[in-house]
């Protein structure tokens, strides 16, 4: 499990240091205002899908069937189901593609949002289809590859960016035609690795396959048990676009840039150790192991733990030094380096609970448990459109991320409770003790870093290399107290993490 987190954890780090790249040269062309709102709401569409699809809804439905028949029936029935989802998927996605042609002749000229959203709308189409090669490589051990993919999505819009933006007079199409071939490409770089493995596109195909048709039964259900944050951004994106109030200008955008940052911690542990761990408890759900199954999701979870609550603190406490650093230049200005970071802090309160929900909805999907994550999603959902129309009004976008991080603590909340549906018994004392070890560190090491950034990148980030330098010596210091106040008190998550890298090196 640590090989495989750690195979998607350098790669994400990769995508998302990409990512990051991406999204400033995207702010440095597009700004904070009108065009920047359009291209991400827009964006936030098949962004939704890829997030519902290769990290979500499709692959917790897709590889505890396939995974099962891997084990009972061998690699030859499995692929066939394979191929029927992949040729269902096809199908759906040329009367798609038709209608998307109809709709952008018909609005090439209006809305600019609606135009880019036909733009990028096949990507949806090859994001599917690439969820389906994830689902199969992960099952059978790789996860290399579906963890690179999103880097050529990075460099594909960076290019098109930086190559083709400065020769056009809509630079947000340019970006928007670049997220569709990045799609493709994704989708490309999957198939000599699925076919090494030894899966064949010409082959035996079962249109409507029994086995495939249960994975997309559950596949609904799963769109709401995983996807319930990305259905709350989609919400809040979509009421601050409307917005009518001081924040109107830009709304979208600080969304946009502060959930990105967020998603950074939370894609490299939480969904790095979600994703390895999937497989391997689904296989030992499969054989009725559930000493192991309880040893796995435990260990998953501490793991977690022990680095995603210094994330949260670290990133609460640099917040605008990072903002400034990735998005301070062109047309984003200081207001909008101090609105996206009033943004960023809202989201970090509610980090672990995104994070927790995430561990938890997998271990119910492990034991193909549809219902509880399935109505922690509607509680999620239904809890952040009501205090989203409490909150807007009053305190703008600060109210739609308030509404987000507390619908996700709600989730999780009914998540834990309803454990006991899998797992008769749980050892909570470990993740307690966990838990305290690390927020306890975590306050230890927020004092330091608060003193250090001070004197080290406090505003108005004016130069850049001081800038770079200051948040990365606030970073390596932090890391450094908490890191060595784990081996001081000789802390299992760390000595375990140490005993595996050693292994592995």
């Given at each position: 499990m640590?090989?495989?987190?750690?195979?998607?954890g350098?790669?994400?780090?990769?995508?998302?240091?990409?990512?990051?790249?991406?999204?400033?040269?995207?702010?440095?062309?597009?700004?904070?205002g009108?065009?920047?709102?359009?291209?991400?709401?827009?964006?936030r569409?098949?962004?939704?899908f890829?997030k519902?699809?290769?990290?979500?809804?499709l692959?917790?439905?897709?590889?505890?069937?396939?995974?099962?028949?891997?084990?009972?029936?061998?690699?030859?029935?499995?692929?066939?189901?394979?191929r029927?989802?992949?040729?269902?998927?096809?199908?759906?996605?040329?009367?798609?593609?038709?209608?998307?042609?109809?709709?952008?002749?018909?609005?090439?000229?209006?809305?600019?949002?609606?135009?880019?959203?036909?733009?990028m709308?096949?990507?949806?189409?090859?994001?599917?289809?690439?969820?389906?090669?994830?689902?199969?490589?992960?099952?059978?051990g790789?996860?290399?590859?579906?963890?690179?993919?999103?880097i050529?999505?990075?460099?594909?819009?960076?290019?098109?960016a930086?190559?083709?933006?400065?020769?056009?007079?809509h630079?947000?199409?340019?970006?928007?035609?670049?997220?569709?071939?990045?799609?493709?490409?994704?989708l490309?770089?999957?198939?000599?690795?699925?076919?090494?493995?030894?899966?064949r596109?010409?082959?035996?195909?079962?249109?409507?396959?029994?086995?495939?048709?249960?994975?997309?039964k559950?596949m609904?259900?799963?769109?709401v048990g995983?996807?319930?944050?990305?259905?709350?951004?989609?919400?809040?994106?979509?009421?601050?676009s409307?917005?009518?109030s001081?924040?109107s200008?830009?709304?979208?955008?600080?969304?946009?840039?502060?959930d990105?940052?967020?998603?950074?911690?939370?894609g490299?542990?939480?969904?790095?150790v979600?994703?390895?761990?999937f497989?391997?408890?689904?296989?030992?759900?499969?054989?009725?192991?559930?000493?192991?199954v309880?040893?796995?999701f435990?260990?998953?979870?501490?793991?977690?733990l022990?680095?995603?609550?210094?994330?949260?603190?670290?990133?609460?406490v640099?917040?605008e030094?990072?903002?400034?650093?990735?998005f301070?230049?062109?047309?984003f200005?200081?207001?909008?380096?101090h609105?996206?970071?009033k943004?960023?802090?809202?989201f970090?309160?509610?980090?672990?609970?995104?994070?927790?929900?995430?561990?938890?909805?997998?271990?119910?999907?492990a034991?193909?448990?549809?219902?509880?994550?399935?109505?922690?999603?509607i509680?999620s959902?239904?809890?952040?459109?009501?205090?989203?129309?409490l909150l807007?009004?009053?305190?703008?976008?600060?109210g739609?991320?308030?509404?987000?991080s507390?619908?996700?603590?709600?989730n999780?909340?009914?998540?834990?409770?309803?454990?006991?549906?899998?797992?008769?018994?749980?050892?909570?004392?470990e993740?307690?003790?966990?838990?305290?070890r690390?927020?306890?560190?975590s306050v230890?090491?927020?004092?330091?870093?608060?003193?250090?950034?001070?004197?080290?990148?406090?505003?108005?980030f004016?130069?850049?290399?001081?800038?770079?330098?200051?948040?990365?010596?606030?970073?390596?210091?932090?890391?450094?107290?908490?890191?060595?106040?784990?081996?001081i008190?000789?802390?299992p998550?760390?000595q375990?993490?140490?005993?595996?890298?050693?292994?592995?090196?």
């Amino acid at each position: 499990m640590i090989k495989d987190a750690t195979t998607v954890g350098v790669l994400t780090v990769a995508s998302r240091i990409l990512g990051f790249v991406r999204d400033s040269i995207v702010a440095m062309f597009l700004g904070a205002g009108l065009y920047s709102d359009a291209f991400f709401a827009a964006f936030r569409i098949p962004d939704l899908f890829r997030k519902f699809f290769s990290d979500g809804a499709l692959s917790m439905s897709f590889i505890p069937v396939f995974t099962q028949m891997y084990s009972d029936k061998g690699g030859e029935d499995a692929f066939d189901m394979a191929r029927s989802a992949l040729v269902l998927i096809s199908a759906a996605g040329v009367v798609l593609l038709f209608f998307i042609l109809l709709t952008y002749f018909f609005f090439l000229e209006s809305d600019l949002t609606i135009r880019l959203s036909t733009i990028m709308m096949p990507y949806v189409v090859s994001i599917c289809l690439m969820s389906i090669l994830m689902g199969v490589l992960n099952s059978m051990g790789n996860f290399a590859a579906p963890a690179a993919a999103p880097i050529l999505l990075n460099l594909t819009i960076i290019f098109s960016a930086i190559i083709f933006s400065p020769l056009s007079d809509h630079p947000a199409v340019v970006i928007a035609w670049g997220v569709t071939a990045g799609g493709v490409l994704q989708l490309a770089i999957q198939v000599p690795f699925i076919i090494k493995k030894g899966f064949r596109f010409r082959g035996k195909v079962t249109l409507f396959h029994p086995d495939s048709m249960r994975a997309f039964k559950t596949m609904l259900p799963a769109l709401v048990g995983t996807g319930h944050c990305q259905i709350n951004m989609l919400v809040a994106t979509f009421m601050a676009s409307g917005m009518v109030s001081t924040f109107s200008q830009g709304s979208v955008s600080y969304l946009y840039y502060a959930d990105r940052l967020v998603q950074f911690p939370l894609g490299l542990f939480t969904f790095s150790v979600s994703t390895s761990i999937f497989p391997a408890l689904s296989r030992e759900v499969a054989d009725k192991d559930l000493r192991r199954v309880s040893e796995l999701f435990v260990t998953g979870v501490r793991v977690v733990l022990f680095m995603m609550i210094p994330s949260m603190a670290g990133m609460i406490v640099l917040r605008e030094p990072i903002v400034a650093l990735l998005f301070h230049h062109g047309a984003f200005g200081i207001k909008d380096v101090h609105a996206t970071a009033k943004v960023l802090l809202l989201f970090c309160t509610g980090m672990w609970a995104f994070s927790g929900a995430r561990m938890f909805v997998s271990l119910f999907y492990a034991f193909s448990n549809v219902r509880i994550p399935l109505i922690g999603g509607i509680i999620s959902i239904s809890s952040n459109i009501v205090l989203s129309s409490l909150l807007a009004g009053k305190m703008g976008v600060y109210g739609l991320a308030i509404s987000i991080s507390v619908a996700s603590m709600m989730n999780l909340f009914f998540l834990l409770n309803s454990l006991s549906t899998v797992m008769l018994k749980f050892p909570w004392r470990e993740l307690c003790g966990t838990a305290c070890r690390s927020l306890l560190f975590s306050v230890i090491m927020y004092g330091v870093v608060y003193i250090t950034a001070e004197h080290l990148c406090s505003p108005p980030f004016a130069d850049r290399a001081l800038l770079l330098a200051g948040v990365a010596g606030s970073v390596l210091l932090g890391g450094g107290v908490y890191a060595g106040l784990g081996l001081i008190f000789k802390v299992p998550e760390l000595q375990f993490l140490k005993q595996h890298i050693k292994r592995g090196l």
